[in-house]
C-alpha cells in the first residue's frame, strides 16, 4: 500500500518561505511522476506542479513560476517544494500525488491522472 505524508505546512507572513515534504512509504518513489496541488478554501483543487519520474522535467503554473521549486530525491523517498515570496492567494491545503505510469507524451496537470494522493497540509500566508 503506497501512502504519502505532507509536511511542512503551517502560517507564515506574505513574503515568507515554507518548505512542503512529501513522504512516500510502501514502495520506492522512484519511477513516479511526483506533483503537487493545492485547495483553497471554496475553490476547486487546482494543479499546481509536478516533476518527471527521472527528474528531467518540471511544469509550473504561471502565478508560482520564479517562487516555487519542486525537487525529489528518490534516496529519501521524498518530494520537496520550496515556496518563497509566499503571498495570501498560495493560502490553500498543500496535497502530493503520485502517478505511476512513467511513459505518458506530457506530464500529468489533471488530478484523474494521479494514482496516490496524500491527506494534505496547510499553508496559510497572512497578509
Known amino acids: 500500500q503506497v501512502q504519502l505524508v505532507e509536511s511542512g505546512g503551517g502560517l507564515v507572513q506574505a513574503g515568507g518561505s515554507l518548505r512542503l515534504s512529501c513522504a512516500v512509504s510502501g514502495r520506492t518513489m522512484s519511477g513516479y511522476t511526483m506533483g503537487w496541488f493545492r485547495q483553497a478554501p471554496g475553490k476547486e483543487r487546482e494543479f499546481v506542479v509536478v516533476i518527471s519520474w527521472n527528474a528531467g522535467s518540471t511544469y509550473y503554473i504561471d502565478s508560482v513560476k520564479g517562487r516555487f521549486t519542486i525537487s525529489r530525491d528518490d534516496a529519501k523517498n521524498t518530494v520537496y517544494l520550496q515556496m518563497n515570496s509566499l503571498k495570501p492567494d498560495d493560502t490553500a491545503v498543500y496535497y502530493c500525488?503520485?502517478?505511476?505510469?512513467?511513459?505518458?507524451?506530457?506530464?500529468?496537470?489533471?488530478?484523474?491522472?494521479?494514482?496516490?494522493w496524500g491527506q494534505g497540509t496547510q499553508v496559510t500566508v497572512s497578509s
Open positions: 500525488a503520485a502517478d505511476r505510469w512513467r511513459y505518458r507524451s506530457m506530464l500529468p496537470v489533471t488530478s484523474a491522472e494521479y494514482d496516490y
